[in-house]
C-alpha cells in the first residue's frame, strides 16, 4: 500500500492532484491511502502523532506560515526515508529541493506523464527499502520501520512490540515470524 500525503494551501490544488495519483493507482492496481494537509506545519504535527506512516510527499513551496521548503527540512530531520515531490508554480525553487533530497519538482499544473514518471520512481525506492526496513501491520495501518532504529522485540501472547528510540510499534504475530522476516 502506498501512504502519500499532499501539502497545499489551496483545497482544489489538493484534490486535483489527489484525483490524478488515485486514478494512476488505481490503473496500476496499487492500494493507497491517501491524506490532505492545508499547511505545512498540520503535516508535521500530524507525522509526529504518526511516525512511518507516510511513504511520499507531495508538497507545496509557497504556502502562508511555513512554507514548502522549511516544511521539507523539519521533515527531513525527523524522517530519513520519507519521500518529498515538490508541486509549485514557481521553477525558481529547484536547486533548494536537492538540499532536502528531494524525489522531484513538478510545475502546476502536474502533467499526468511526469506524474506518473515520479510513482514509478516512488515505488522503485520503496521497493529496494523492503530490505532495510521491517514491515508490520496493525489493522489499517502499516510501518516500515528502518531495520537500523530497531534496538529489540518483545511478545507477550501473540502481542508483538518493536521498540525503536522514538516509538513501540505493537502488532499481531510470532517471534518465530519476525525473525524470519529480520
Excluded at 132 to 161: E, G, H, M
Aim: hydrophobic share 35%.
Amino acid at each position: 500500500m502506498l501512504r502519500f500525503g499532499i501539502c497545499d494551501d489551496n483545497a482544489q490544488a489538493r484534490l486535483t492532484l489527489r484525483y490524478d495519483l488515485e486514478y494512476l493507482l488505481q490503473k496500476r492496481g496499487i492500494s493507497y491511502q491517501p491524506l490532505a494537509f492545508s499547511s505545512g506545519e498540520r503535516m508535521l504535527q500530524w507525522l509526529k502523532q504518526h511516525p512511518g506512516e507516510m511513504d511520499v510527499v507531495f508538497l507545496d513551496i509557497e504556502m502562508p506560515g511555513m512554507n514548502g521548503m522549511e516544511t521539507a527540512r523539519k521533515l527531513r530531520e525527523s524522517n530519513e526515508n520519507i519521500q518529498i515531490v515538490f508541486v509549485t508554480g514557481y521553477s525558481e525553487y529547484v536547486y533548494e529541493g536537492y538540499e532536502v533530497r528531494a524525489l522531484g519538482y513538478l510545475l502546476k499544473p502536474a502533467k499526468t506523464k511526469k506524474l506518473e514518471e515520479i510513482l514509478i520512481r516512488t515505488l522503485e525506492i520503496l521497493q529496494k527499502e523492503e530490505t532495510q526496513v521491517y514491515v508490520c501491520r496493525n489493522r489499517d495501518v502499516t510501518w516500515r520501520i528502518p531495520k537500523k532504529k530497531i534496538l529489540y522485540f518483545a511478545s507477550d501472547r501473540r502481542q508483538v512490540q518493536c521498540v525503536t528510540e522514538e516509538k513501540t510499534y505493537t502488532f499481531y504475530g510470532k517471534l518465530d515470524e519476525v525473525e524470519m522476516k529480520m
